[in-house]
């Protein structure tokens, strides 16, 4: 059984528009979690570690414990974060199964 | 640093024919992974060495899927035999100390 899902497959945004993406956990342990990204034609590399509190690219991850989600923002959307990304909690060694990113011009 | 490099990057086979992929990960990356990524998924853990011992192979189908990992450095994956369902890419990953992991470019299996 899949163990974090993410609840869009595709997410469109214009450029400027502030984007959020979801992954859902129902894994017991210590919630942390990776996001990974996949740009077109290249191979998929970590972007960040949620609980690092770091901003890369100017995402940012956090998590709501109440909702057992992990959330990737960031406020103003580029044309070139258009992208597969793909949430994986810490040590499990799964994936969810991606969300597309399209940023349009 | 070149990371991680797989070979081939494409491979077209007929069903039933035997096919190996090959990953050399990371320098000094102690985990090896090979994962399987079928169209619009994301990649499914198929075997995960710790050096050369293979601590996770649950989801790796024994009866015509094989790996190994001899000197703890470079490993292969193979198919033997093949079906249409094992079209898909197939990654391979490294990660040191601290779970992030380095994946390859992967091989795309196309079998027909």
């Known amino acids: 059984a899949q163990r974090v899902t993410q609840p869009e497959k595709l997410l469109s945004v214009f450029k400027g528009a502030p984007v959020e993406l979801k992954c859902n956990y129902s894994?017991?342990?210590?919630?942390?979690l990776f996001w990974y990204v996949q740009y077109s034609r290249q191979r998929l590399q970590l972007l960040l570690r949620h609980i690092s509190r770091e901003s890369i690219k100017g995402f940012t991850a956090d998590l709501n414990k109440g909702e057992t989600s992990f959330h990737l923002k960031k406020p103003f959307a580029q044309e070139e974060d258009s992208a597969m990304y793909y949430c994986a909690p810490l040590g499990k060694f799964y994936f969810g199964s991606g969300t597309k990113l399209n940023v349009k011009p | 640093e070149a990371g991680v490099v797989q070979s081939p990057r494409y491979k077209i086979i007929e069903k039933k024919q035997p096919v190996a992929f090959w990953c050399n990960p990371i320098s000094g990356h102690n985990t090896l992974y090979w994962y399987r990524q079928n169209l619009g998924q994301g990649p499914e853990l198929l075997i995960r060495y710790e050096n050369e011992e293979a601590v996770d192979d649950s989801q790796l189908p024994k009866d015509r899927f094989s790996a190994e990992r001899l000197k703890g450095v470079d490993s292969t994956l193979k198919i033997q035999p093949a079906e249409l369902g094992d079209s898909a890419v197939y990654l391979c990953a490294s990660s040191g100390r601290r779970y992030e992991q380095y994946f390859g470019p992967g091989t795309r299996l196309t079998v027909t």
């Open positions: 894994y017991s342990g210590s919630p942390e």
